[in-house]
């Protein structure tokens, strides 16, 4: 028996060793058992997937668990992101939405993410209850989708049209359409499939169907993206480039020159647009990882920041219930007041189309108007794959504060919300903390130069490795 966990964002785990249609079932009947604990009345619950390997089995699976326990499954009838999972859920008027996916995870991976009715990360208690209710074993239901689906248990739905239909009624795409021109990387994900149809004369990259994703883990990093930076500097005509990962709700973007522009940075963008070009207000919540910048941009607006831990549950727990403008996390998720609280790397992407389509600036503009707020910085992070012990040897070291500098930085403060973050001064900083998804140790870093972040970087692994 495989002891299933739920990390920062969902169950995640290898295909065929662990990911099975066995663990699928178990985890799908224990959230059919905590929703039939919430309430006696009539239940369904939308089921979508994205492009990753298996994806429509495993969501065979889940659906024939939740039928065969009187649960309604609203079914997409095509590949959805992530987002599209969410909203479906809060539109339809489902209890729970059910994403087969492993986001940014490696290709071998697959998922089972959870969706509460308000179109948002189940809260972490609510996650917790679910884990507590897994069996040890139990049987896939032998019916088939057809027989559910002529008990009325079974309903396929175009989630696409809801989304499309969302974002039509929120944005002047007439008005996006006619100024801006982008390039577009969907990372063989599932933004592929709604993203043209939102902008039509995109240049596509990796938009066909891989469920392998070429090998390559389908994260919205610089590292990953060079092919869309190189579309960027080599097509003049282009104004920008987006990137999504696997389930599209994270996002990358790259400027007219084909230079990164990172969560930090969209995330102050956002923040700046919706506050000083359209009098939005509200609260900024933002993950542990995210630069303190954005506690300065929040000072000088007058807007209330609240850091959590990391891992979007958190934030969105508080935008379900207060008054949130934006939640935003480093990994490149982030959610604004007046959609879901739930993260859309598309969604996100037409915000700055936006803001570039009304002032007429470019990009690369708008990033310095943001550093006349904040001032300019830099931004990288590291991932260093090692052995589990030695991952367990740095946590430990970190808990009994054995680091005070890392090469020539010395440590001024530490703070500790979630991982480790060692403050060199006011602004910069290293920052360690295990994967919650993955066998990886991250290791991120934030200077005023790209240099001195890289050096920051280099240091921080001599000493960790040593």
């Known amino acids: 028996m495989v002891n299933i966990k739920f990390g920062t964002d969902g169950w995640r785990a290898i295909i065929a060793q ?38 429509a089995m495993f969501a065979e699976v889940a659906a024939k668990v939740f039928c065969a326990n009187g649960i309604k499954v609203l079914m997409a009838d095509k590949i959805a992101t992530t987002p599209m999972v ?92 006619k100024k801006i021109r982008i390039g577009y990387d969907a990372m063989y994900g599932a933004g592929m499939f709604v993203l043209p149809k939102i902008l039509p004369k995109a240049k596509l990259l990796h938009c066909d169907y891989n469920p392998s994703f070429k090998g390559q883990a389908p994260e919205p990093l610089d590292r990953n993206l060079q092919e869309l930076s190189k579309l960027l500097r080599k097509n003049k005509k282009l104004m920008a480039g987006l990137a999504n990962d696997g389930d599209a709700d994270r996002v990358g973007l790259y400027d007219e020159k084909g230079n990164f522009v990172d969560s930090h940075h969209i995330i102050l963008l956002v923040i700046h647009y919706l506050v000083k070009y359209k009098g939005m207000s509200g609260k900024v919540v933002t993950a542990f990882s995210v630069t303190d910048r954005v506690k300065k941009m929040c000072e000088e607006y007058g807007l209330e920041q609240q850091t959590t831990k990391i891992g979007f549950k958190y934030i969105c727990d508080i935008m379900a219930s207060e008054d949130v403008l934006l939640g935003g996390e480093e990994s490149g998720g982030i959610a604004v007041k007046g959609f879901i609280p739930e993260r859309d790397g598309i969604w996100i992407g037409l915000i700055i189309f936006e803001f570039m389509a009304k002032t007429g600036k470019s990009l690369s503009k708008l990033v310095k108007e943001v550093y006349k707020v904040v001032g300019k910085f830099c931004f990288e992070r590291n991932d260093l794959h090692i052995t589990n012990e030695l991952k367990a040897s740095i946590m430990e070291k970190c808990k ?50 790209k240099k001195e972040v890289k050096d920051i970087l280099e240091e921080t692994k001599k000493v960790l490795l040593t």
């Open 18 to 55: 662990e990911y099975t249609t066995d663990n699928v079932a178990r985890v799908a009947i224990a959230t059919a058992k905590w929703l039939k604990k919430q309430s006696k009345d009539p239940q369904s619950v939308v089921i979508g997937h994205d492009c990753r390997f298996g994806g």
């Open 86 to 177: 969410s909203l479906g859920t809060a539109k339809l008027g489902a209890q729970q939405g059910i994403v087969i996916t492993a986001s940014h995870n490696p290709p071998s991976y697959n998922g089972y993410k959870l969706k509460a009715a308000y179109g948002g990360p189940t809260s972490p208690k609510d996650i917790a209850a679910v884990e507590a209710l897994i069996p040890k074993t139990t049987k896939i239901p032998t019916e088939s989708l057809k027989d559910f689906e002529e008990k009325e248990l079974l309903e396929y739905v175009n989630l696409e049209k809801i989304y499309l239909k969302a974002v039509k009624k929120s944005f002047d795409l007439k008005k996006i359409n």
């Open 400 to 449: 009994n504060n054995e680091f005070d500098s890392f090469g020539k930085y010395e440590v001024e403060r530490i703070e500790n919300v979630d991982g480790y973050k060692f403050f060199f001064n006011k602004y910069d900083w290293v920052m360690i903390r295990p994967s919650g998804t993955e066998p990886v140790l991250r290791v991120y870093a934030e200077a005023s130069s």
